[in-house]
């Protein structure tokens, strides 16, 4: 199995899954707020992420994977296009959790009891 067949699999169905649940209560502000984690996961992840597999702490199978290289520093970081989804995916899905068992919002035009 490849990473793009284990997200395929795995990650997007019960991604889609955990769409369909919180369908009702998502609201802009929640996706702005998941735009922003997200950024937050992959500015923090991606670089520790890629000085692991640079000291070979772990690696991937590069012919299993789609590589994505990026020179700096002299040096070319590299990781699965599959291992920057992941950290996305998995956001997302965190924040849905998240979003599927905080208390419901009254509506802005409801009138407060």
């Given amino acids: 199995m490849t990473y793009l067949t284990f997200h395929?699999?795995?990650?997007?169905?019960?991604?889609?899954?955990?769409?369909?649940?919180?369908?009702?209560?998502?609201r802009p502000t929640?996706?702005?707020?998941?735009a922003i984690v997200c950024g937050i996961v992959f500015v923090a992840t991606a670089p520790w992420d890629n000085w692991a597999v640079h000291r070979r702490i772990w690696d991937f199978d590069?012919?299993?994977?789609?590589?994505?290289?990026?020179p700096l520093g002299g040096v070319r970081w590299r990781l699965p296009a599959e291992e920057y989804a992941f950290f996305l995916i998995e956001t997302v899905m965190v924040s849905l959790v998240t979003i599927l068992f905080l208390p419901v919002a009254p509506k802005a035009d409801s009138p407060r009891a």
């Fill in 8 to 26: 395929l699999a795995f990650n997007l169905p019960a991604l889609v899954l955990l769409l369909w649940f919180t369908r009702r209560r998502l």
């Fill in 30 to 34: 929640h996706w702005k707020w998941i």
């Fill in 62 to 70: 590069w012919n299993r994977v789609t590589p994505v290289e990026v």
